[in-house]
């Protein structure tokens, strides 16, 4: 009988073999910036909780140009996030039916972005129109 | 019932090992929930809090202290800073966490570490956020 | 005229003489219609051999020709060299799978963890003859097919990396036809599934890269078993204590 010893290859830097995995990664690390986003407005509450000049030191030191390119790529990532997010939710969601008609993916997906344009306008119209 | 139609018996035991029901839902259901908060509202929110009002856009007086204070310290302000807080930190945290596998830390202690530490501090800013904006009510 | 010729690069490992697998590269000739699968063979028939590869129905249906083509899981029989030319070829066994024998694989264990998901239909009561099959609507049927049109070709847990982490993880294929029955008006097994779901190994190790979808051949979205189970495995968990044991949907 012929030997066996099957072969094991080995994982290392897996994800740089193929750009579907590249491309997986980059949607993890948005993770960091999610992260490191939140903490900087856990702060900025912190801040509010103290007194005003708490407060306006706090915002001044965001105009910073490493908070601003921080706060540029933190709002790049939540986009990246957003999009991919969007495309993967009819992996994820129960199978839906109009009837007995399936409700197809791409749907699911383009009504998520409408609701995204519409939440994202209202936030920045209160926000932003005074 | 079912011991008519399962043919293969014993091979089905040998196969399935002891299954242990995980915690992962707890965790995953955060992490669910976080990804959508983030992916909905945290674009818009980045670009208030961390562009337009250092930069003063439109206007300087729209981030002023007792602006952002009356909007921290209403109910709906509140809830939603804590929403997107602690969500957003379960969301990112529960990501590094698995991350750290994907990298090749597989078992042992460090991943115990990594794995305290990730939901620790999203545990300690669900925390601090919620004692913080109910101070401020 | 001469005939076109394209390299292909193959990835050769003899279990009783080589330490670890090595490329060796042959010149094959190739016409519009030569699929990789006949490159391989032209290889075995004429060149060498010795090489070693699986193949049957050379038409999508066996899901025995599975192999890495420039990295990329796919079947042999349905890809052409066309494709790849004036480039060459580099073809390997399927990631995250033990190599046997050159291209091919050992597949026991994605076949024992078929096999834990009671991969057939429990009924809540067996029907006899007289009684007539049991009956099912289109609709009822719609819901459960895709996941049925599996062919076991394992492209899928080549392109998992949670599997090749970590081989413990049930995978897209096993979970997906755990779906299928699940899924199924006639079937009455789920409660002795829940279980195999719930574990670590079931869902829980997916993140959800979501390449096993991309490269299935037959559409079977494998990562929509698994993670549509996710959301079934967390109701299980919250509402295991008010519900009877699985019926959360
Ligand atoms: S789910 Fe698709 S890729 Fe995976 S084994 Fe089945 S047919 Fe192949
Ligand atoms: S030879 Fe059967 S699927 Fe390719």
């Known amino acids: ?130 | 019932m079912a011991e008519q139609s399962m043919p293969n018996q014993s091979l089905n035991q040998s196969s399935q090992r002891s299954l242990k029901r995980s915690n992962e839902p707890v965790f995953w259901a955060l992490f669910g929930a976080g990804g959508v908060v983030a992916a909905f509202l945290l674009p818009a929110v980045i670009l208030i809090t961390g562009l337009a009002a250092p930069l003063g856009i439109p206007s300087p007086e729209l981030f002023s202290y007792e602006r952002a204070s009356a909007f921290a310290s209403s109910w709906a302000g509140a809830l939603f800073l804590f929403i997107v807080i602690s969500l957003s930190l379960w969301h990112g945290l529960h990501r590094v966490y698995h991350s750290s596998h994907e990298l090749g830390i597989h078992r042992g202690p460090l991943l115990s570490v990594i794995r305290l530490v990730c939901y620790g501090t999203a545990l300690g800013g669900t925390v601090l956020s919620a004692y913080w904006l109910i101070a401020a009510l | 005229m001469t005939q076109k010729t394209i390299d292909i690069e193959v990835l050769r490992y003899n279990p009783e003489k080589d330490y670890k697998p090595s490329y060796q590269t042959f010149e094959v000739p190739f016409a519009d219609e030569t699929s990789v699968l006949q490159g391989l063979q032209y290889i075995k028939d004429q060149l060498d051999g010795s090489l070693t590869f699986r193949w049957s129905c050379r038409m999508e249906i066996c899901g025995s020709c599975g192999m890495m083509i420039n990295g990329v899981p796919n079947l042999t029989c349905s890809s052409f060299l066309r494709d790849y030319y004036p480039g060459k070829l580099r073809i390997e066994p399927l990631s995250h799978l033990p190599i046997e024998r050159d291209l091919a694989v050992d597949q026991t264990d994605f076949l024992q963890k078929l096999e834990s998901i009671h991969p057939y239909i429990i009924p809540k009561e067996n029907q006899s003859v007289e009684e007539g099959p049991f009956k099912q609507t289109p609709a009822q049927r719609e819901r459960f097919y895709q996941y049925s049109e599996c062919i076991n070709c394992l492209l899928c847990y080549a392109a998992c990396p949670q599997y090749g982490l970590d081989s413990d993880f049930l995978g897209p294929a096993a979970m997906a036809l755990l779906h299928r029955y699940n899924s199924d008006s006639r079937d009455d097994g789920k409660a002795e599934r829940m279980p195999i779901v719930n574990a670590q190994e079931g869902v829980w190790a997916c993140t959800l890269v979501g390449y096993c979808s991309e490269v299935c051949p037959k559409g079977v979205d494998p990562a929509s078993a698994v993670n549509r189970n996710k959301v079934n495995s967390t109701l299980d968990y919250f509402f295991r204590f008010m519900a009877p044991k699985g019926a959360a949907e």
Not at chain 1, 44 to 66: C, I, K, M, N, S
Not at chain 1, 68 to 81: E, S, Y
């Open chain 1, 1 to 130: 009988m012929a030997t066996r010893r099957p072969y094991m290859r080995p994982m290392a830097g897996w994800w740089r073999r193929n750009p579907f995995y590249l491309f997986y990664m980059l949607r993890e690390s948005t993770a960091v910036f999610v992260t490191l986003y939140a903490l900087q407005l856990l702060y900025g509450v912190y801040t509010l909780t103290v007194g005003q000049a708490a407060f306006e030191a706090w915002l001044a030191r965001l105009q910073h140009p490493v908070y601003i390119v921080f706060h540029a790529l933190a709002l790049a990532a939540a986009l990246l996030h957003a999009f991919t997010w969007f495309n993967v939710a009819p992996k994820a969601m129960p199978a839906l039916y109009l009837g007995t008609r399936r409700v197809s993916d791409r749907t699911v997906v383009r009504v998520q972005f409408v609701i995204f344009f519409v939440v994202s306008a209202i936030m920045l119209g209160v926000a932003l129109g005074g």
